[in-house]
């Protein structure tokens, strides 16, 4: 054979700038077509059918193609979800001109922009430096491990084996010394699927405090406060703690987004609800809540580069509907922010491989921060800090980010 044919996947602009130049394409060929050789597909939901018709009519004009409902047409239908895929260049034409357009397009012209944007450069560029001379550096390098914590009797895989603080103290430091880059310390136990007992502000204090105030001092690296009360995050920040880990999003206290704001640190926002029922697609309702989530922290002041996002796997979601939602993690990072992905010895796991007990999910667990790691996610939060932070590293070897 003359000949050999293989098909190639591109998924940021850098790749498809190194194909073009391996062959050797002339400096000017490869600034005319790297952009050519990526198609992103965008999906807008729920967007009324006159902006819809007007999108349509923009995009075709440029060459590229968007679907509609077949009611968007003689607008029998006051809104549509619609699909957008063009080259890169016709993007940049159709949205110039969609600035310009009524009806919402503007903003919406701004939105499609961002999720462009981390289409093309899918790795979020971050540093994080802190008055005790702590630093944090998120990059396409490496994958960050953020390593679990639980001060509290009742945590779903290893509640009460670190609640005394001399424990706690210990378990943190053989965490940083197996690879972890971050300490996630919680004192109320969230329990993914339920059962936990909500306590006050002043027992989780009671809890927290005397475990964070000698870390702070102890460790290397940055530690995270898993709450989702104000009063808490203000303290522990007080106390030194450097990152706020919400699991509700901003959304279960509305005086979070601006404690986040006024310390000036990152916060992880995670998608939450009471229960597993989703009326649309469970994507879409995610990205929706997590939008909210990044308004609320607008709204209060939170620099954009401070918010890291992430799914809330095993909350409010069914086995499927977690497996689902690993299968698209990708979907993600059109929002343009870290992916935080949390899936250890989650029962989901359990349920895949026959009934495993917690202790034994530690294969399936490497399976899905591998699997994340490969679809953006940028820092994983594990209880087997050595094992994950191996498999982290041979992923981004792989991904050639080592």
């Keep these: 054979m003359a000949y050999n044919l293989r098909s190639l996947s591109l998924v940021s602009l850098a790749e498809a700038k190194r194909q073009l130049e391996q062959i050797g394409c002339d400096p000017v060929g490869v600034a005319l077509m790297t952009e050519k050789m990526l198609l992103p597909v965008l999906k807008l939901e729920g967007l009324s059918t006159k902006a819809a018709n007007l999108l349509k009519q923009t995009f075709l004009a440029k060459g590229g193609d968007v679907a509609v409902s077949r009611g968007t047409a003689d607008l029998s239908e006051e809104c549509t979800d619609v699909l957008v895929f063009a080259t890169v260049k016709q993007y940049r034409l159709a949205l110039a001109q969609l600035r310009q357009q009524p009806w919402g397009l503007p903003r919406v012209a701004a ?3 961002q999720a462009l944007k981390a289409h093309l450069q899918p790795t979020c560029q971050r540093e994080y430096a802190w008055q005790d001379g702590k630093r944090l550096v998120l990059t396409e390098n490496r994958t960050l491990v953020m390593g679990i914590l639980n001060v509290t009797p009742d945590s779903f895989s ?10 706690a103290i210990e378990q943190a430091q053989r965490l940083v010394e197996e690879g972890a880059d971050i300490i996630d310390l919680g004192a109320e136990s969230t329990r993914p699927y339920g059962g936990n007992q909500e306590i006050s502000a002043e027992i989780e204090l ?41 699991v509700w999003g901003l959304q279960r206290d509305a005086g979070m987004a601006a404690v986040a704001a006024r310390h000036n640190v990152p916060v992880v926002v995670m998608h939450n609800q009471q229960e597993a029922a989703y009326t649309g697609d469970i994507m879409g309702s995610i990205c929706g809540f997590l939008r909210r989530s990044l308004d609320l ?47 250890s010895r989650k029962r989901f796991i359990g349920e895949v491989l026959g009934g495993l007990a917690t202790d034994e999910r530690v294969e399936g667990t490497a399976a899905t921060v591998a699997w994340g790691i490969a679809q953006g996610a940028q820092i994983v939060r594990v209880h087997d800090v050595k094992a994950m932070a191996r498999i982290a590293k041979m992923i981004n070897a792989m991904q050639k980010k080592g």
Excluded at 297 to 319: L, S
């Design 206 to 246: 009671s809890r927290m405090l005397p475990v964070l105030e000698p870390l702070v001092k102890q460790l290397s690296v940055p530690i995270s406060i898993d709450t989702y009360k104000a009063e808490v995050a203000e303290a522990a920040l007080q106390a030194g703690a450097h990152i706020i880990n919400d």
């Design 297 to 343: 922290a607008a709204a209060a002041g939170v620099r954009e580069e401070n918010v890291w996002i992430d799914p809330g796997i095993g909350f409010a979601k069914t086995c499927a509907q977690n497996l689902e939602v690993m299968s698209r993690l990708g979907e993600l990072q059109a929002m343009g922010c870290p992916v935080l992905l949390g899936t």
């Design 158 to 167: 290893d509640g009460g084996r670190y609640f005394s603080a001399e424990a």
């Design 111 to 113: 939105a499609m922009e």
